[in-house]
Structures are given as C-alpha cells and as structure tokens.
C-alpha cells in the first residue's frame, strides 16, 4: 500500500504545472509591510499633533498663578461689567492684590481687586464707599494700592445729616486680614479728597482734595479752598499740609514722611516746616504727578506743545540739587494719568485725544519715551497698580483671561481641528487602501 502511494505522489509531482515565482516577492512584501507601518506612524503623528495644537489653540481661561509667590501685574487689565460675572463680597481678606480700580455697575460705584498670585477678580463691598455723600457716583473716588498691594486706601463720603458737616475721610484696608482703619477728614461742609498717594513703603499717606461750601442730598458746592494732609503709620487722625487755593499742586510723600509739593513755580519740601524751596520755570507746564523716592524727586509736568496737544515732561531733582534733570520724552498728542511709580519712573495710563477705542495703553514714561506695558479696558476708572511686583525688565506679564470675559476673533481652533481631521482621515483612507490592494 505505501509502495503504491508513494508512486501516485511521484506521478502527481512529475505530470503538475511548474509555479514560477518572480523573485523579488518577498521583497515586494517586505516594502509594503514598511510602508503601512510608516503611514501608521504618520497617522498617529498626525493625532499626536492634533491634540497638542488644540492644547495651544484652545484658551486657557484657568486662574493659573501669575508669577512666583509674590505675584506680577497683569498685561490686561479687563473691565468687570456685571456682578453676575465676579459678586459683590464683603471680605475684604483678599491677600496681595497686584492692580484695583473703580467701576460703575449700575448706579453703584465698586472697586475691583486683582489677586497677585492667581489673577482673581475680586468686587469689593466697601464700608461707605459707594455712598458718596447722597449723591450719584459722578465725581472722582480715588483708590490708591500701597506699592507692596497688601493695602488699598480710599475717600469716604457718609450719608447727609441736616445742616451738619457730611463725615469725610479715608479708609484703609489690610487685605490681608480685612481689618480697616479709618481717618476723618474734616472742613467746612466736607472735604471731597481727590488724590492719595503712599509712600515707596508703603507706611505713610498724603492726600488733597476741595473743601465744600455747600452738600445736601441733592447739591455740592465747592469755593477755591483746598486742602491736604499727611497720615502717619497706623494713625487715625490726619496733620494738615500746607497748600495753595491759586494754583494747581500735586503731592507726594517719601519713606520718611517728608512730603513733595510741587506747583507752576516750585517746588517744596515739607515735614512740619519747609525743608527745601525750589523754583521750577514755568514754561515747563502744570504738575501731575509727584513722586518722593529716596534722595531724588521726580515731578510729572503737562505742558504746551501746539495745536492744543498737551506734552508730557519729566523733572528730576536729585539730593540737594537745584537744577533739575528734564526728561522731554515723545509723550504728546494723548492724555495721560500716573498710575504708580516705578522707583522714579512714572506708570501711567494713556489714551490718543482722537479716534474710538475699547482699551487704552499702561506705559513706562522712560527718559526715551513711553513703552507700552500692557492694556486696560474702557470702562476701568482710577487704576492704581502695586509697583513693588514689577521691574523694568519684566513690568507685567501674560495672564490668562478671567472665564467671564467674552472670547472675540476668528475661530482659528476650528479650522485647525477640521485641517487636522481632514488630514487624519486621508491617512487612514490611504492605509486600508493599500491593505485591500489585489496581489498581481
């Protein structure tokens, strides 16, 4: 039986078309192989990036820390319009706040907090802040943040009471630990205070502001008296400091206590008596802004430059120096407020006199001329900023956008996740293509 099959297989092996296999097959699927894994690969490459550029691309709306332990100012400063975005709270234990300012929300006017570390918007409920007197918020509520933006200071107008004074003052607050201090301001029918400023240490405080004649619920009325004080550290009253009813002044006050008064002819400094006396030529316009930072006095004047555009000067005095150094940057045709003080360098906020915008530029008003820092919203009143968390290498920095702030522009993301898709699905296309492809 074996004998018999084995000669059967012979015949079968002898009389069986001959297979001719072209070499190179194996070859061939070996290419092949190679080529579905590499378009794999460049498939998975393809999700890999997708993902990431969406990672990028997507807004990261997050409250992310903002720089270090003790923070940074931020690049944007977004205006809250609404208490349904950020509410009102009345704990003030906020911590280091990097940036305040004044908002109207409604009839209602409220300072806003910008958290240091984290970028957190905060509306503060101040005590008798938003009172003003009886009246509508209509006029100027300064708020001034201390350099180290631990404490925030602000004017206070009570509640009318008859013919009596109405109580006037400031309050400051630690917003740390939300205790408040407050300082009365007194003369004729209130003082309406319209500037503060703390010292570089953040211990003393000067202020100014219009003495009424006339303040019911209804009406202020104001004559030319002014004035203005100096509040030591942790003091409850104010000492009055010497000031002119004729002529506009601004004021400062240094790590000592001493303070800078500077007007249209000179300049003065002040600690109980008149330290120093300076003249200041005229033709270099009205002061500002005024800044004591230790041995050098750095005063910002608005001047003259033709076709009514206001110039913007900067004067240093430093030691006992009577001739001052004048800084002339290219800082006209805009307006401009002084925001902070950067040692002797002024922060400011300016806006072109001309043309519509929805935000207006923070700058460094530098010797060579204004270098833009970061944006502030319309809509954003008084800002004050915590000059201690910034340096002139690094002033502000990038921070993500609160989540209630409306997110405009083209819709780049989707159109990199639709190029992604497009470009995902072509790869798998081409690989089950070749897949199925008949063997010749």
Do not use: C
Not at 118 to 128: A, M
Not at 224 to 248: F, K, L
Not at 322 to 349: C, F, N, Q
Not at 391 to 414: K, L, N, Y
């Amino acid at each position: 039986m074996t004998g018999r099959l084995r000669e059967e297989l012979s015949r079968i092996g002898d009389t069986a078309p001959v297979a001719h296999v072209d070499p190179d097959t194996w070859g061939r699927a070996r290419r092949a192989r190679t080529r579905d894994r590499v378009l794999v690969g460049a498939a998975a490459v393809a999700v890999l990036a997708l993902v990431g550029g969406l990672a990028g691309l997507l807004p990261d709306r997050s409250s992310t820390p903002v720089a270090g332990a003790q923070g940074a100012v931020p690049d944007h400063i977004y205006a809250v319009t609404s208490t349904e975005d950020v509410p009102v709270t009345s704990d003030l234990a906020v911590g280091r706040t990097a940036a305040a300012y004044v908002t109207t929300i409604g009839a209602t006017a409220r300072v806003v907090t910008i958290g240091a570390a984290d970028g957190v918007y905060h509306v503060l409920d101040l005590p008798r802040f938003a009172e003003r007197g009886g009246l509508e918020y209509a006029a100027s509520a300064p708020v001034a943040l201390s350099p180290d933006g631990t404490q925030i200071a602000y004017s206070y107008s009570g509640q009318v009471r008859g013919h009596a004074p109405v109580p006037t003052g400031l309050t400051i607050v630690d917003l740390r630990s939300g205790a408040t201090r407050s300082v009365p301001v007194t003369g004729g029918q209130g003082v309406l205070v319209q500037t503060v400023a703390w010292s570089p240490n953040g211990r003393w405080l000067v202020w100014s502001g219009q003495v009424s004649t006339l303040w019911t619920d209804r009406e202020r009325r104001f004559g030319e008296e002014m004035a203005a004080g100096r509040i030591a550290p942790g003091a409850s009253t104010s000492e009055p400091v010497p000031v002119s009813n004729r002529t506009s002044q601004a004021f400062g006050i240094g790590s000592s206590g001493q303070v800078a008064i500077t007007s249209a002819s000179k300049l003065v400094v002040w600690d109980g008596t008149v330290v120093e006396q300076i003249s200041v030529p005229r033709r270099w316009g009205l002061p500002v802004d005024i800044a004591h930072a230790g041995d050098v006095l750095a005063d910002v004047r608005a001047g003259p430059a033709g076709q009514g555009r206001p110039a913007f000067h900067v004067l240093r005095w430093s030691g006992n120096g009577k001739s001052p150094r004048l800084a002339t940057p290219d800082a006209d045709g805009l307006t401009m407020a002084v925001r902070g003080w950067l040692g002797d360098t002024p922060v400011v906020e300016t806006q072109p006199l001309r043309g519509a915008w929805t935000t207006t530029a923070l700058e460094l008003l530098t010797d060579s001329g204004l270098r833009e820092v970061g944006r502030v919203d319309s809509g954003v009143q008084d800002l004050t900023v915590a000059t201690d968390l910034m340096t002139a290498s690094q002033p502000t920095v990038a921070v993500p956008a609160p989540d209630w702030v409306p997110q405009d522009g083209p819709p780049w993301w989707w159109i990199g996740l639709g190029a992604g898709l497009v470009m995902l699905l072509g790869l798998v296309a081409l690989v089950t293509a070749r897949r199925r492809r008949p063997t010749r």
